[in-house]
């Protein structure tokens, strides 16, 4: 069988790809302006999908940051999908522990708490309404997070 050149490019672009999107968050940690990083990356990938990627990770970071300061990381968990730039991007939350592990007053003001944390740092979930809410996180649902409206 001859060697596919393909396979080891292919490999050598997802490498690279990677080391791109991690340069880009380094960057934007270090605070280096969104616009700025787009500009430099001119050319791998379209503005846009640099910009909404770079908001998708400082979304997922500052509620993260919001449930660790709440003390609401032990039973919620925030992650981001289309990593490496791969879209759709979106910022969800979902419960790390089982709602039977709970206590009850733990249990039923927890939707609440999260509501309550994640708004300290400008986020909101999809859905608002708190019952609506509890019902998706203890059926073991995901649900949305997006900025604040300002």
């Known amino acids: 069988m001859p060697h596919l050149h393909t396979r080891a490019a292919v490999e050598e672009y997802l490498r690279v790809r990677e080391d791109l999107f991690l340069a880009m968050r380094t960057d934007r940690s270090n605070g280096v302006e969104a616009h ?23 979304l997922r970071d500052d509620a993260r940051a919001a449930l660790r300061r709440a003390g609401l990381d032990h039973c919620a968990g925030v992650r981001s ?10 910022v969800l939350l979902a419960l790390t522990r089982e709602p039977a592990e709970l206590a009850d007053t733990e249990r039923s003001a927890l939707p609440e708490r999260l509501v309550h944390a994640l708004a300290q740092a400008d986020i909101r ?26």
Not at 129 to 145: C, F, K, P, T
């Open 36 to 58: 700025e990083i787009a500009r430099t990356a001119a050319g791998t990938y379209t503005r846009p999908v640099i910009m909404a990627y770079l908001s998708c990770v400082e």
């Open 125 to 150: 979930t999809r859905p608002a309404d708190g019952s609506a809410l509890a019902r998706l996180l203890y059926a073991g649902e995901e649900v949305h997070l997006h900025r604040a409206e300002r």
């Open 81 to 90: 999908t289309g990593a490496g730039g791969r879209a759709p991007r979106a």
